[in-house]
Nanobody, 123 residues
C-alpha cells in the first residue's frame, strides 16, 4: 500500500480554479492507478477522475469533462487534479486513492485513500 496526503483545497468563487495535489509515499507509486473521488454533504462518494499508472489514459465523470484535468509525475510521486470553471455543485471533500486494479472508476477497488481536502465553490 501507499500513504496518500492531499493538499490544495480552499474557497473559490464560481468560475474560478483550484489545483489539488496528492503526495504518495512508497517506492511503488508508479505501479498504481490513481483516482480522485469526492463527497458532498449528504451525498455518496462519487468518482471524479482517474489516470493509469503510465499516465497514458485518463477517465472523467461526465460532469467534469472539459473542466478538470488529472495528471501525474511518477518521479515525484504526485498526482494532481486541475479544476477550472468551478461550479457550486463541485463543492465537496476531495480524496485521492490508489489501486492496482484496472477498474479505475470503481471506488471499491481502491485500497489506499488520503484524508481528503475540502474544496468550496461559492456562487
Amino acid at each position: 500500500q501507499v500513504q496518500l496526503v492531499e493538499s490544495g483545497g480552499g474557497l473559490v468563487q464560481a468560475g474560478g480554479s483550484l489545483r489539488l495535489s496528492c503526495a504518495a509515499s512508497g517506492r511503488t507509486f508508479s505501479s498504481y492507478g490513481m483516482g480522485w473521488f469526492r463527497q458532498a454533504p449528504g451525498k455518496e462518494r462519487e468518482f471524479v477522475a482517474a489516470i493509469t499508472w503510465t499516465g497514458a489514459r485518463t477517465y472523467y465523470v461526465d460532469s467534469v469533462k472539459g473542466r478538470f484535468a488529472i495528471s501525474r509525475e511518477n518521479a515525484k510521486n504526485t498526482v494532481s487534479l486541475q479544476m477550472n470553471s468551478l461550479k457550486p455543485e463541485d463543492t465537496a471533500i476531495y480524496y485521492c486513492a490508489a489501486t492496482r486494479s484496472p477498474a479505475l472508476t470503481i471506488s471499491s477497488v481502491y485500497g489506499s485513500w488520503g484524508q481528503g481536502t475540502q474544496a468550496t465553490v461559492s456562487s
